[in-house]
T-cell receptor, first 112, second 113 residues
Framework: GENVEQHPSTLSVQEGDSAVIKCTYS??????FPWYKQELGKGPQLIID?????GEKKDQRIAVTLNKTAKHFSLHITETQPEDSAVYFC???????????FGAGTRLFVKA | AAGVIQSPRHLIKEKRETATLKCYPI?????VYWYQQGPGQDPQFLIS???????DKGSIPDRFSAQQFSDYHSELNMSSLELGDSALYFC????????????FGPGTRLTVL
């Protein structure tokens, strides 16, 4: 069945450093790849997304890259801040499909 | 801006009881998704509705059912509750086909004793 693998499960960085989270997906029909940030006690919040017709997308300190051939996509956070500490989930779905498959999540700690 | 509303926020039930969770999507959103998230786990897709009809089904147990009403709100009905049903249940909404961006609600924490 469809599967999304996410690494690492835990990531600790110093404030100001960069953080990179990587995901791979199995369903070749997937063409929409959102990234969610979940803080304790809250629902996942979309922070950035990318579609398969784009290789890279950037929004201020956050960027996402997609390699559709390798079925691989990554989240890059630059100049990390303590408030970036949270659990980050990658996900994959397809246009016209309503099922979104989430990765297992990465717990990011940003040390001040 | 209006967000997804879920009620109740917390619910405590005994084994074998029933529970009903409600979700009110963002205005004009016609698609609703339900997810179950266990402690330290990723959200697991349960079921979705588009224009009041079931659009996709995930790992939803047969003991659970859901529907979307004419005002687009949705209810998740859970019967014969088991201890393992204790989890956070999230509802998300989107504009449906062609726009996958999902907006999540704050969740309902269900505890089964």
């Amino acid at each position: 069945g469809e599967n999304v693998e996410q690494h690492p499960s835990t990531l600790s960085v110093q404030e100001g450093d960069s953080a990179v989270i990587k995901c791979t997906y199995s369903d070749s029909a997937s063409n929409y790849f959102p990234w969610y940030k979940q803080e304790l006690g809250k629902g996942p919040q979309l922070i950035i997304d990318i579609r398969s017709n784009v290789g890279e997308k950037k929004d201020q300190r956050i960027a996402v890259t997609l390699n559709k051939t390798a079925k691989h996509f990554s989240l890059h956070i630059t100049e990390t801040q303590p408030e970036d500490s949270a659990v980050y989930f990658c996900a994959a779905s397809s246009d016209g499909g309503f099922k979104t498959i989430f990765g297992a999540g990465t717990r990011l700690f940003v040390k001040a | 801006a209006a967000g997804v509303i879920q009620s109740p926020r917390h619910l405590i039930k005994e084994k074998r009881e029933t529970a009903t969770l409600k979700c009110y999507p963002i205005p004009r959103h016609d698609t609703v998704y339900w997810y179950q998230q266990g402690p330290g786990q990723d959200p697991q897709f349960l079921i979705s509705f588009y224009e009041k009809m079931q659009s996709d089904k995930g790992s939803i147990p047969d003991r659970f059912s859901a529907q979307q009403f004419s005002d687009y709100h949705s209810e998740l009905n859970m019967s014969s509750l088991e201890l393992g049903d204790s989890a956070l249940y999230f509802c998300a909404s989107s504009l449906g086909i062609g726009d996958n961006e999902q907006f999540f609600g704050p969740g309902t924490r269900l505890t089964v004793l």
